[in-house]
């Protein structure tokens, strides 16, 4: 792999290292805590790796991570599941969150945007007034630490005052996005049972008004553990009879209060696409978020106070949780609310360009789009600020590195592309941005500080140059502090741990390169990721097979050559149905109304039957690689399907797309 691309596209030049902050942090490591001053970034992550312990310490201590209480030590149990992380400390994430107020005040701390493009900035103090207010009258309506506050809300400023609140008090956030219909929403919500409900009347999307309050009033009906509901009134409707104003919450100049919790204290609930049953609901610690994302953001992403962070997000993707941690280092975050093509296909580049973003993320599906739109960013826009635009969702395919460094080139721009990867799991990356490295076409630079990324053969050997499973084989502070509803943590352990006993096997397929660079080859498992979105397939299928006429389907998600993402849907009709056009229409709007308009399928194609294993599960994966062309003794073991005739459509259907 690391002999294709011999040159490197894009090298940082000696001042851009030098000024990085994590050439910063390595001269200073190295004085105070015996890391390597020499070797560069690859002796930083060896040592991160090998010194777990001290390199954390040395994390909250660079960044002056306040504990209330000291911690004992750094690890506790250190093994996977159940590491234990800065026992004894406690600390609050939002008051880190809040901490460029005491020099900042007066400066943006967020700049709203949506489809008029227009910016407006909420101010540092503004922001912590907010949450002030809305943290004590959370209080008021008898929210304790551990209580769970869930938010039905688009990317506006008053979802990360609600977040930020609830963090405040102790309480554990989690959202969902506007588009997700009422079951997609009460099957991540049901399990958590929040005690408070934020909401809007409907968002904006396309250059029109989605009017939600049919599916609010669903929401409040099935969550019973309810005791408020806060209404945001987006489109300028008036609060349903028992709901709170969001207004009356916020007026107040109420100094905040930030409840010290234990190190380990739960965060938010973020979900899993629920591949095979209900969502995980994955819950992640105060403190682990807070040190794995001050390491992300700062050391990885380069990020500080004279930075502007956009990144093309929902409510219901890490990546807004990530986004919003760009306050952590004193970074103004740009919210987009809104369509990521709408008026044109440029308009995330328009959004860069009228807020001054320096570090601009996206999808590798949405920079393939503007390439083949012959959209030009760099002619078009004055995109001068921007210093690094960074992809994820699905890996940037080589075409999209090229365009994009031919494009910033043209103008004279010295364009770093990080192309990331890590997931929900974590909130966070395994490998990707590092300011100091040079970039190779379609490699991510190196994995990052803190994880022990490999890639394993099936008997757990690690390679290089050849493609394997990804694995971390030591823990991360982000990683999952268990599942909700997860007593006995089987599940847990079930979803990362039972193919190598105590190493994280996450699902993606990686090469690792000679060089240190990652290539992802996209999922190991039949997750459906769409612009970033996840979904998994019991979703479709509990959708679509409500309708009569469908007997049972099968659905996947394949990554493209071209950086394009093609998801048909295989349909076994019921005796006298057809599959005309008005049944076609009702499997899509199925789809668009109870799930999300993302995971509308390419195509639905009729199929005489759906293959199973020997035990009755639908077979995803050998589908997909089939579909990839994979030939049929290499993609399936024969003798674990009930019916092998039926794998040969998906073999032909391969041959005539090819």
Known sequence: MSTVNPQPLWQPDPERIARAQVTQFQAWAAEHHGAPAEGGYAALHRWSVDEPDTFWKAVTEWFDVRFSTPYARVLGDRSMPGAQWFPGATLNYAEHALRAHATRADEP??????????????TWSELRRQVGSLAAELRALGVRPGDRVSGYLPNIPQAVVALLATAAVGGVWTSCAPDFGARSVLDRFQQVEPVVLFTVDGYRYGGKEHDRRATVAELRRELPTLRAVVHIPLLGTEAPEGALDWSALTTADTEP????????????????????????AIVQSQGGILVEHLKQLALHCDLGPKDRFFWYTSTGWMMWNFLVSGLLTGTTVVLYDGSPGYPDTGAQWRIAERTGATLYGTSAAYVMACRKADVHPARDFDLSRVQCVATTGSPLPPDGFRWLHDEFAESGADLWIASVSGGTDVCSCFAGAVPTLPVHIGELQAPGLGTDLQSWDPSGKPLIDEVGELVVTNPMPSMPIHFWNDPDGSRYHDSYFDTYPGVWRHGDWITITSRGSVVIHGRSDSTLNRQGVRMGSADIYEAVERLPEIKESLVVGIEQPDGGYWMPLFVHLNPGATLDDALLGRIKQTIREHLSPRHVPDEVIEVPGIPHTLTGKRIEVPVKRLLQGTALEKAVNPGSIDNLDLLHLYEDLARKRA
């Open 257 to 280: 209060v930030f409840e010290q919790v234990p190190f380990g204290h739960p965060l938010w609930v973020l979900y899993s696409s629920g591949t095979t049953g209900l969502p995980k």
């Open 109 to 122: 701390a967020l700049l709203y945007v949506d489809e008029t493009h227009e910016s407006r900035p909420v």
